[in-house]
């Protein structure tokens, strides 16, 4: 994956997109570094004009999902809000990355996590993609759903990304969101 999202891989319909907020902005293309300010589009603008051109809104949440399957790590639990005590994990769980969007994502693992703790996780984006970056962050366990064969479905909702790990995140979306306009 590119570690910036590059004008000339994009559709027609996206580059359209990006011009007109050049415009709004008054900026001209020849005027700006057009990497910076094609992520710093997709930052502010690209997730609501792709909500609305598929109409993929969805009034709870405030960002796309994107399907994938990545490995997961729960690496430590930061706050364990069943006993109100910092807790911690003995051993890294591994689960297996559902969905992610900016801000949560939705793993199953064969062990629970309660649900209001804040928990340490690295998202494996470099197995599925060789030049992609891993991704640490904190999270809140919003919801814990019993699946089968002894699984649980954990929801969480980021609550502090390193700015390095937050672009590699945007980026891996935004290269997955792209893939579906191709």
Do not use: C
Request: proline residues 1%; charged residues 30%.
């Amino acid at each position: 994956m590119d570690k910036y999202i590059k004008y000339e891989d994009l559709n027609r319909e996206i580059q359209v997109e990006f011009h007109n907020y050049l415009e709004k902005n008054k900026y001209s293309i020849n005027d700006i570094d057009i990497d910076t300010e094609l992520f710093k589009w997709f930052d502010e603008y690209f997730e609501s004009w792709f909500m609305t051109k598929f109409n993929t809104g969805n009034k709870k949440r405030s960002y796309n999902r994107v399907d994938v399957e990545i490995p997961v790590k729960v690496m430590d639990t930061i706050v364990d809000y069943n006993d109100f005590d910092e807790g911690e994990i003995e051993n890294e769980i591994i689960g297996q990355l559902i969905n992610i969007s900016r801000g949560g994502m939705y793993y199953r693992s064969s062990v629970p996590v309660e649900k209001s703790s804040i928990i340490k996780i690295k998202v494996k984006f470099s197995e599925v993609e060789k030049n992609a970056d891993d991704v640490e962050a904190l999270a809140m366990v919003m919801r814990v759903d019993k699946l089968a064969n002894n699984e649980y479905g954990i929801g969480l909702m980021f609550s502090t990304i390193y700015d390095v790990d937050k672009k590699s995140l945007y980026l891996f979306i935004f290269h997955r969101l792209v893939e579906i306009l191709a």
